[in-house]
């Protein structure tokens, strides 16, 4: 799913992976934890995808189910990544 939302860039796939609190690669990051727990995956496995601690990404999981609930582009972008 990095790769879904990075394509061929792999700058940006190690941007999303780094540790980068920038605003635009967080939301890239929710909307990939997002779409990856939404297919079954673990806590656990997507935190080791994204080189984060698993409560990072349940932390990051919460914000996204705020977004989907109050962002239309950002359900969009989630959308765009279930395809």
């Known amino acids: 799913m990095?790769?879904?939302?990075?394509?061929?860039?792999?700058?940006?796939?190690?941007a999303i992976r780094a540790g980068?609190?920038?605003?635009r690669l967080c939301?890239?990051?929710q909307a990939v934890?997002?779409?990856a727990k939404d297919r079954g995956y673990?806590?656990?496995k997507i935190a080791r995808a994204l080189n984060r601690d698993h409560s990072t990404v349940m932390h990051?999981?919460?914000i996204a189910k705020t977004l989907r609930?109050?962002?239309?582009?950002?359900?969009?972008?989630?959308?765009?990544?279930?395809v």
């Open 27 to 29: 939301r890239l990051r």
């Open 60 to 62: 990051a999981h919460r």
């Open 2 to 14: 990095i790769f879904a939302v990075a394509g061929n860039d792999k700058e940006l796939v190690a």
């Open 20 to 23: 980068s609190t920038a605003e």
């Open 69 to 82: 609930d109050r962002d239309p582009a950002f359900v969009a972008a989630c959308e765009g990544l279930m």
């Open 33 to 35: 934890i997002w779409v």
């Open 42 to 44: 673990s806590f656990h």
